[in-house]
T-cell receptor, first 111, second 112 residues
């Protein structure tokens, strides 16, 4: 019954690999987001989708490609992982201008 | 000037103390303001929205000062369980749908 769920919770992989993180929300929200929180705890927006359409794409390397098959899902695919990609990635969702609800994060560690 | 700035702390206070955090924002057109709480190795969780007239929820009081472009969070009668990082979040008017800009957070440590 988790509102915003992400998988996997932990992801440990080697440099150069390609990996995906999945996110699903059952709140009926129309907007979903990906945030990155680095080792200094700074939470920064990466992408935002509204009703499956990309509306925010911050300065993020094009190795990161979000995909929204429907408005309840927003996945993040990362190609050619680099050491600097190590962080916690949070998915979030909201309805219109209401506050955002976060998933419990995916801890990505690059070896 | 950074978009959203907070004193990183940590703020070390004894149980029962009153503690206040400030958060300044640079975009004067910002329209929505929130306080989130983040426990260690957990996701941010909404603590409260901040309304123009100020609002209170139990021991927590949030205020907005548009003229000086800051929001504040006051915690009265601190509990051990209040120990966490408090993030302020601002929604700038011109940033499209509902995206939030977060401060780096202020860490609060409440001790017995």
């Amino acid at each position: 019954d988790t509102a915003v769920s992400q998988t996997p919770k932990y992801l440990v992989t080697q440099m150069g690999n390609d990996k995906s993180i999945k996110c699903e929300q059952n709140l009926g929200h129309d907007t979903m987001y990906w945030y990155k929180q680095d080792s200094k705890k700074f939470l920064k927006i990466m992408f935002s989708y509204n009703n499956k359409e990309l509306i925010i794409n911050e300065t993020v390397p094009n190795r990161f490609s979000p995909k929204s098959p429907d408005k309840a899902h927003l996945n993040l695919h990362i190609n050619s992982l680099e050491l600097g990609d190590s962080a916690v990635y949070f998915c979030a969702s909201s309805l219109d201008s209401q506050p955002q609800h976060f998933g419990d994060g995916t801890r990505l560690s690059i070896l | 000037r950074k978009e959203v700035e907070q004193d990183p702390g940590p703020f070390n206070v004894p149980e029962g103390a009153t503690v206040a955090f400030n958060c300044t924002y640079s975009n004067s057109a910002s329209q929505s303001f929130f306080w989130y709480r983040q426990d260690c190795r957990k996701e941010p969780k909404l603590l409260m929205s901040v309304y123009s007239s100020g609002n209170e929820d139990g021991r927590f009081t949030a205020q907005l000062n548009r003229a000086s472009q800051y929001i504040s969070l006051l915690i009265r009668d601190s509990k051990l369980s209040d120990s966490a990082t408090y993030l302020c979040a601002v929604r700038p008017l011109n940033s499209g749908y509902s995206t939030l800009t977060f401060g780096k957070g202020t860490m609060l440590l409440v001790s017995p």
